[in-house]
C-alpha cells in the first residue's frame, strides 16, 4: 500500500488566490482527518469524516475553509479567499474503527 | 471534553541514557493512547499505542505504560540513539467528541551524541 496520498507537495499562492489541496486515504481506511501544523498552535484537528460523512468540523478556523469527501479514496480541503496566516502544513491523515491514524506527508502551503 | 497534557516540552539526554516522556488526560472513559514520532520536516508517524485494557507495552527499545486510575501514560525509550532525536506526541481518544483523537502539545527530544 503505498500510504495516503497527499498533493500537492508543496504550494505557493498569493494571498486572495482559491488553494486545493487533495487527499487520498488508505484503501479500506473509513476515516479521514484533516490537520494544520504550525510553530505558533501545534498540531490542531480542522474537520474529521467517517464514512464519507463529516463528523466534527469545529476546527475549521472559518468560512474560507471547506472540505468535501464526495467518495471513500478521495477528499478535498478548499481555502478561498487564501490569506498570509493560512501558510502552514496541511497533513492528511487516515484510519479505521480502532481509532489508528497514519498521516500523509503533507502540504506546505506559503501565502504571500 | 478531553484534555492532555503532555511534559517535558524539551528533553535532552546523552546517548545510551533513556528517556521519559508523560502526558495526562481528563476523561476517563479514553481507552486508546498513541504515541506519534516526528522528524524535522516530516509527517507524524505511529510508534506504539496502548489501549486501556493493558499497563505495559513493549516494542524494542520503546515502550508505553498506562495508569488508568491516576490517568496517566508515559513513553520510555531506552538506549536512546541520535536518531530517536524529533518531537513526540501523545494522544487520546475524545469519545465525547465523536472518537477523534486529541494531541498532546509535544516534546522536542534531543539525543547528544
Known amino acids: 500500500d503505498a500510504g495516503v496520498i497527499q498533493s500537492p507537495r508543496h504550494e505557493v499562492t498569493e494571498m486572495g488566490q482559491e488553494v486545493t489541496l487533495r487527499c487520498k486515504p488508505i484503501?479500506?481506511?473509513?476515516?479521514l482527518f484533516w490537520y494544520r501544523q504550525t510553530m505558533m498552535r501545534g498540531l490542531e484537528l480542522l474537520i474529521y469524516?467517517?464514512?464519507?460523512?463529516?463528523?466534527?468540523d469545529s476546527g475549521m478556523p472559518e468560512d474560507r475553509f471547506s472540505a468535501k469527501m464526495p467518495n471513500a479514496s478521495f477528499s478535498t480541503l478548499k481555502i478561498q479567499p487564501s490569506e498570509p496566516r493560512d501558510s502552514a502544513v496541511y497533513f492528511c491523515?487516515?484510519?479505521?474503527?480502532?481509532?489508528?491514524?497514519?498521516f500523509g506527508p503533507g502540504t506546505r502551503l506559503t501565502v504571500t | 471534553g478531553e484534555n492532555v497534557e503532555q511534559h517535558p516540552s524539551t528533553l535532552s539526554v546523552q546517548e545510551g541514557d533513556s528517556a521519559v516522556i508523560k502526558c495526562t488526560y481528563s476523561?476517563?472513559?479514553?481507552?486508546?493512547f498513541p504515541w506519534y514520532k516526528q522528524e524535522l520536516g516530516k509527517r507524524p508517524q505511529l510508534i506504539i499505542d496502548?489501549?486501556?485494557?493493558?499497563g505495559e507495552k513493549k516494542d524494542q527499545r520503546i515502550a508505553v505504560t498506562l495508569n488508568k486510575t491516576a490517568k496517566h501514560f508515559s513513553l520510555h525509550i531506552t538506549e536512546t540513539q541520535p536518531e530517536d532525536s524529533a518531537v513526540y506526541f501523545c494522544?487520546?481518544?475524545?469519545?465525547?467528541?465523536?472518537?477523534?483523537?486529541?494531541f498532546g502539545q509535544g516534546t522536542e527530544l534531543s539525543v547528544k551524541p
Open positions: 491523515a487516515t484510519g479505521t474503527d480502532s481509532y489508528e491514524q497514519y
Open positions: 484503501s479500506g481506511h473509513n476515516s
Open positions: 469524516f467517517n464514512n464519507n460523512v463529516p463528523i466534527d
Open positions: 476523561d476517563s472513559a479514553s481507552n486508546y
Open positions: 496502548i489501549r486501556s485494557n493493558v
Open positions: 494522544a487520546a481518544v475524545d469519545y465525547n467528541q465523536g472518537g477523534k483523537l486529541i
